[in-house]
């Protein structure tokens, strides 16, 4: 949401089934916006990669009638309470251009409930398009 305006809430929700434990799991991952769900695709989520790569993270591949999205999801915890994460989003819609998005961020933990963040998001590789952010997470 921008300004704290709910007209303008746009949210991309991912819902997995499966067993807890197991790397693999059906998705269904969905769009909304303030009004309504506006994109559902069903597919798959795999979490082992990233551990065996020795971080956290998943690779999500859901598709519908329209297009196939690819996510790639990785992080890795670094020294002093560092840790670095990147997000790749993919999505090849039938008849054009396919579209990117990407996150980078670097994460410093202060406590066990605060951290704080700096991310760089990035449109179709494009810097030019590029928003950068500085925040703070606080667990509850």
Do not use: H
């Not at 991952?29 to 020795?54: M, Q």
């Not at 994460?107 to 950068?132: C, M, P, V, W």
């Amino acid at each position: 949401m921008n300004d704290w305006d709910s007209d303008t809430y746009f949210g991309r929700n991912r819902f997995m089934i499966g067993k807890k434990d197991f790397p693999l799991k059906l998705l269904v991952d969905t769009k909304a916006n303030s009004e309504e769900i506006f994109d559902t695709k069903f597919g798959v989520r795999y979490t082992d990669l990233a551990r065996k790569l020795g971080g956290y993270g998943y690779t999500d591949l859901s598709a519908n009638q329209d297009a196939l999205n690819l996510t790639m999801f990785y992080g890795r915890p670094l020294r002093k309470g560092f840790s670095v994460e990147v997000l790749q989003d993919c999505t090849f819609t039938n008849g054009e251009k396919p579209s990117y998005f990407t996150e980078l961020q670097l994460n410093k933990r202060i406590t066990d409930n605060l951290s704080l963040f700096g991310r760089a998001e990035i449109q179709n590789f494009d810097k030019d398009l590029a928003t950068y952010l500085v925040g703070a997470s606080i667990k509850f």
